[in-house]
């Protein structure tokens, strides 16, 4: 799948789970859970030890069914790693123009982080498709129109503090997508083995971006 495909299915999903410092153990009941619910693009942050073989194992059972990326990924150095591992979209929470072209090499989407406009315009005359518009909740879903409004041709992904109140908003305002992280791969949930509620969490957040799809 090229990374122009790989957009397409981000938008076709308007959900990313982000899994972020979880167990290699618990990894592929998360992913069972999300799949469950409907979610199909997970991104394993580099944060979390032992992501490349977390990344690899998802590829190896999951990549007919779900989109597979990497977080937090700062360098080219870590994102070529995470792009081997079997990466398919690359994600960062600032703007490193040497990690966007090194997922050109590879034909893999990157998504970097960005949050003023100056960023935004840099990210698109580098090449990128879809920018992480981080972070999201601190600046509102106003935010995202704003800047959407003078550069209607940049797609935009929403992360940072999104939630089933306002991911609804985010998306009215522009985003295509939206990261989710403790609001739906939550930590205290997956360490009581509380599988069932990130299910119906992943359920309630993908109904709610259907359902816009259908009102659109």
Same mark, same amino acid.
């Given at each position: 799948m090229?990374?122009y495909?790989?957009l397409?299915?981000i938008?076709?999903?308007?959900v990313?789970?982000?899994?972020r410092g979880t167990?290699s153990?618990?990894l592929f ?6 799949i469950?619910?409907g979610v199909?693009?997970i991104?394993v942050t580099?944060?979390?030890?032992g992501?490349?073989?977390m990344?690899?194992?998802l590829a =190896? ?8 990326? !990497?977080g937090?990924v700062?360098?080219? $150095?870590?994102a070529?790693?995470? &792009?081997?591992?079997g990466?398919r979209?690359i994600l960062?929470p600032?703007l490193?123009i ?12 990157p998504v ?8 935004a315009v840099?990210?698109?005359e ?5 920018v992480k ?6 600046m509102?879903p106003?935010?995202i129109?704003?800047i =959407?409004?003078p550069?209607?041709q940049?797609?935009?992904? !929403?992360?940072?503090?999104?939630n089933? $109140?306002?991911?609804a908003?985010? &998306?009215?305002a522009?985003a295509c997508s939206?990261g989710?992280?403790s609001?739906?791969v939550?930590?205290?949930l997956v ?7 990130i ?6 957040f ?8 259908k009102s659109?």
């Open positions: 090229r990374d495909e790989v397409n299915k938008k076709e999903l308007g990313c789970a982000i899994v167990s153990e618990s009941r998360i992913a069972d859970a999300l469950e619910g199909g693009a991104e580099f944060d979390t030890p992501a490349p073989k990344v690899e194992d =190896k059972k999951y990549s007919s069914s779900i989109l597979i990326g !990497a937090t700062l360098d080219p $150095e870590t070529r790693i995470a &792009i081997l591992s990466a979209f960062a600032s490193n040497g990690m966007v072209r090194m997922c050109q090499r590879y034909s893999v989407l970097p982080g960005i949050l003023t406009p100056t960023e840099t990210a698109r580098n090449g990128a498709q879809l518009v981080f972070p999201a909740g601190v509102g106003n935010y129109k704003q =959407k409004s550069l209607p940049l797609e935009m992904m !929403a992360v940072g503090a999104i089933t $109140e306002n991911f908003d985010f &998306i009215k522009g939206a989710i992280g609001d739906l939550n930590k205290k360490e009581e083995g509380n599988f069932q509620e299910t119906k969490r992943a359920k309630t993908t109904s709610i971006f259907q359902e816009l799809k659109a």
